[in-house]
């Protein structure tokens, strides 16, 4: 079992930075590919970047590339995600997950609010 908690989110200005952190619990940790998501109101939730075991492979959607960072440190159980130049659009609630082949493992999520 896994426990995720993800912390960092707020209200900020377009053009702002934010960096959200998500905690993990279990032994296991090193092992999974970690993920952040979010949904905004009214749309699906959509995949926003993930980052494998090594921390080595990541992958990031096209509307946060050059602009978000996903980190992980394997030491400290936790999973960075680092936003440069927010804009109102990235504004949702974002999730942390883990998992292998799927994402098993949630968050509560955090709220990041962008205004303009």
């Known amino acids: 079992q896994v426990q995720l908690v993800e912390s960092g989110g707020g209200l900020v200005q377009a053009g702002d930075s934010l960096r959200l952190s998500c905690a993990a619990s279990?032994?296991?940790?090193?092992?999974?590919?970690m993920g952040w998501f979010r949904q905004a109101p009214g749309k699906e939730r959509e995949f926003v970047a993930s980052?494998?075991?090594?921390?080595?492979?990541?992958y990031y959607a096209d509307s946060v590339k050059g602009r978000f960072t996903i980190s992980r440190d394997n030491a400290e159980n936790t999973v960075y995600l680092q936003m440069n130049s927010l804009k109102p659009d990235d504004t949702a609630h974002y999730y942390c997950?883990?998992?292998?082949?799927?994402?098993?493992?949630w968050g509560k999520g955090t709220l990041v609010t962008v205004s303009s």
């Open positions: 980052v494998r075991w090594s921390g080595d492979n990541t």
């Open positions: 279990g032994r296991t940790f090193s092992r999974y590919t």
């Open positions: 997950a883990a998992g292998y082949t799927t994402y098993d493992y």
